[in-house]
């Protein structure tokens, strides 16, 4: 177990580096963050020649991996770190100097367990991408087919175990000085980070979110995922097709080969509102790095190491939101807040939804290159504070990549109007989900489910409350099929419960049908 002492060591040294970059200004000067973290601040400074304008993610690059990984996380915390910091965070480049490549043989060889040459027909010495984690190299397998070959870099998951090790153990001794700094809730920021990371250094997972995201984006036809080759992927190694094409970045390159670059902003914003929304499973990594345009014109997206996830009723209440600031709904939005419980109850409804109108109003009917769901998020997050609204751990991943799904859009067709593109979709997305055929269908779902557990509940009934006298009666038998039923004695008293039970259930359910 890691010492108190070598902690603080690692926080001085990197909060050191911080200093020299001068991202540690916005903590000292901020009249909430604890005395304590303001003293360890003003000694990591000690000394130090502290720019003028803080150069955020140049310090997180500086000091290493894991700290990269981390800075892309609080780039999703604007209330935490700043809108500043947060916009700087953004611009992290996940990017290293790629590993000689005897090293990389020897990985591959040993995670695979064959020779290279049994495995590839070629593979390009040179990679053609080099992160924090891994590094990728093109290659072509024995049967003739073009790959990209993602490797582990060695000992990388030991460094990673050792850094979050200090981060979490600096957390939990943030959120215990109260206050401010407990309501930000640290320590979810860093299990966050740990459980991001920890599917980011098993690429057989990555592998299978890629599979999964392909699977429900199948009727998607503007849209590919590279297929997995599962013989040649592993923990270390994960070998996927190769794709050719146009870095989504380069727009004079995407209008010369002929695609229509408002088109593109379009398909990609509604691409995504189809992940989260309708799939609630979607890539949280959208950076320009990571999409490209193929020559057939659909948008091709790699990397998929980090991976959000929304069960079906924090997607109901995120489009009823979204869907409510589209339409100047406010009071709908701020009771849907109420209802998540994202704001505690001793709150007023009416105030909240005159807050949310300051921040919605200004947005409605302006392109991106106005105003922004960058500037509407630091503004939703500007009105946490004063309505006590906690961290919503599933909504963190969501607002990161939105921002950058917008940043890309923007790049793309600078006159895009967020609000427009996305209405329709959400909309519709909302009309079938609360729609009365979408309840019709709950309905029959729950009361199924409800009937299927009466026999056991008639069965424990009776365990409970035993006849009078006698010996206890032994256990009944099990429910008998009902292809098969025939008439017993006393069927009708032991069973006559479900009967009732499910004549009451169909009465429930004419009720919701009509």
């Keep these: 177990m890691t010492s108190h002492v070598t902690h603080l060591w690692r926080l001085l040294k990197w909060g050191r580096i911080l200093a020299r970059h001068g991202a540690l200004m ?39 991996p894991a700290a990269i990984k981390l800075g892309q996380t609080l780039a999703t915390r604007p209330d935490l770190v700043g809108e500043a910091a947060a916009r700087d965070l953004l611009t992290l480049q996940d990017a290293l100097p790629p590993l000689p490549f005897p090293a990389i043989r020897a990985a591959v060889e040993s995670a695979l367990g064959q020779p290279l ?23 072509q397998t024995t049967d003739g087919r073009d790959v990209a070959v993602k490797v582990l870099r060695p000992g990388i998951t030991e460094q990673f175990a050792r850094d979050i090790a200090t981060y979490e153990w600096a957390a939990a001794h943030l959120e215990q ?21 920890a599917r980011e250094l098993d690429l057989r997972r990555e592998a299978a979110s890629s ?28 070998t996927m097709a190769w794709i050719d094409g146009i870095k989504i970045s380069d727009r004079e390159a995407i209008i010369a080969a002929g695609h229509d670059p408002k088109a593109l902003a379009a398909r990609l914003v509604n691409t995504f509102l189809r992940q989260a929304i309708a799939e609630g499973f979607f890539h949280a990594d959208m950076h320009q790095g990571n999409l490209f345009v193929t020559p057939d014109g659909r948008i091709a997206a790699i990397d998929f190491g980090i991976m959000g996830r929304i069960n079906r009723q924090a997607r109901l209440w995120l489009a009823e939101i979204l869907y409510g600031l589209i339409t100047g709904n406010y009071r709908r939005v701020a009771e ?30 302006k392109p991106v290159k106005e105003l922004s769901v960058g500037q509407m998020l630091d503004g939703l997050f ?47 997305w909302l009309r079938d989900e609360l729609g009365p055929e979408a309840k019709v269908a709950d309905a029959l779902v729950d009361n199924w489910r409800t009937l299927m557990r009466l026999p056991d509940l008639v069965r424990r009934i009776e365990d409970r409350y035993p006849a009078p006298g006698g010996a206890p009666p032994p256990p009944p038998p099990p429910l008998p099929d009902v292809r098969l039923m025939t008439w017993q004695p006393g069927w009708f008293v032991r069973y006559g419960a479900v009967a009732l039970g499910a004549a009451a259930i169909g009465a429930g359910l004419m009720r919701a049908v009509g």
């Design 211 to 238: 599979s999964e995201l392909a699977e429900a984006m199948a009727a998607e036809a503007g849209y590919v995922v590279p297929e997995i080759d599962w013989d040649r992927t592993t923990g270390k190694v994960m």
């Design 382 to 428: 500007a009105i946490t504070r004063d309505f006590d609204m906690e961290t919503q751990p599933h909504l963190l991943l969501l607002q990161k990549t939105m921002v950058m799904v917008e940043g890309v859009a923007t790049a793309l067709d600078p006159d895009i109007n967020m609000w427009e593109t996305s209405g329709p979709y959400v909309s519709a």
């Design 26 to 64: 916005g903590i000292e000067r901020d009249v909430n963050t604890p005395a304590p973290v303001r003293r360890l601040v003003r000694i990591a400074r000690l000394g130090a020649r502290v720019p003028k304008q803080p150069r955020y993610a140049e310090a997180f690059q500086a000091i290493g």
């Design 177 to 197: 000085l109260g206050g401010e700094a407990k309501r930000l809730r640290p320590r979810l920021v860093i299990a966050n980070l740990k459980r991001w990371t």
């Design 117 to 139: 040459e049994a495995l590839y027909a070629r593979f390009d010495e040179v990679a053609v991408g080099a992160a924090s984690i891994a590094q990728v190299h093109r290659a």
């Design 336 to 365: 849907i807040h109420f209802e998540a419980q994202y704001v505690p109850a001793h709150h007023d409804v009416a105030e909240f939804a005159t807050a949310l109108r300051a921040v919605g109003e200004p947005m409605r009917g």
